[in-house]
């Protein structure tokens, strides 16, 4: 049960669009469309903002959008905003009834 | 509103003992699987346990198989993680959630964690 990896950090200015990767393999994100992103404010509880690759909770901004190809995952908040300063996490079922989560990356507003 | 209520954390020396308990109200409890997550301090999140929402299957990550038991009681909306022989490794926020409509897409609700710490 690795950990899917993510870029440690990612940044951008107001209005510009980033996107992060989650990198994972054919045991996890590569076999199932089961990846979930999370954003965590600093000691606060993560707040789920993609379900099942590409889908939103409701209430759930649509600056937020999710792909994937292959073996990996990748979030893309698009109309950069200070509040999407945060940490964001990947998450995918992986094989034998399990999660996985991501390193994490921390989100930068310049 | 769906809500989630952690408690039974605390400091343990290692080798020692904890159960942590997670109170569910605002939805029916018994139609969803349930999980806890857990984030070391400083460090990412970790995927520690889920059972099912029947109560008949519940799976560990590697890190507390043998050590950690999850268990759910419906009539009570209630979630258990009995925690054996701690470790050091084990000190962490832990975090109950609930899973999305079907298993093993994801955490919709998360409660605000209780915070374990095994130390000497």
């Known amino acids: 049960q690795s950990a899917l990896t993510q870029p440690a950090s990612v940044s951008g200015s107001p209005g510009q669009s980033i996107t992060m990767s989650c990198a994972g393999t054919s045991s996890d994100v590569g076999s199932y469309d089961l990846v979930s992103w999370y954003r965590q404010y600093p000691g606060k509880a993560p707040k789920i903002i993609i379900y099942e690759v590409t889908k939103r909770p409701s209430g759930v901004s649509n600056r937020f959008s999710g792909s994937k190809s292959g073996n990996t995952a990748s979030l893309t908040i698009s109309g950069l905003q200070a509040e999407d300063e945060a940490d964001y996490y990947c998450?995918?079922?992986?094989?034998?009834?399990?999660?996985?989560f991501g390193t994490g990356t921390r989100v930068t507003v310049l | 509103e769906a809500q989630l209520l952690e408690s039974g954390g605390g400091l343990v020396q290692p080798g020692g003992s904890l159960r942590l308990s997670c109170a569910a109200s605002g939805f029916t409890f018994s139609h969803y699987a349930m999980s806890w997550v857990r984030q070391a301090p400083g460090k990412g999140l970790e995927w520690v346990s889920s059972?099912?929402?029947?109560?008949?299957?519940?799976y560990y990550a590697d890190s507390v198989k043998g050590r950690f038991t999850l268990s759910r009681d419906n009539s009570k909306n209630t979630v258990f993680l009995q925690m054996k022989n701690l470790r050091v490794e084990d000190t962490a926020l832990y975090y109950c959630t609930k899973d999305l409509y079907f298993e093993w897409r994801g955490f919709d609700v998360w409660g605000h964690g209780t915070m374990v710490i095994a130390s000497s």
């Open positions: 059972v099912i929402a029947g109560g008949t299957g519940t």
């Open positions: 998450c995918s079922y992986a094989a034998y009834h399990s999660y996985v």
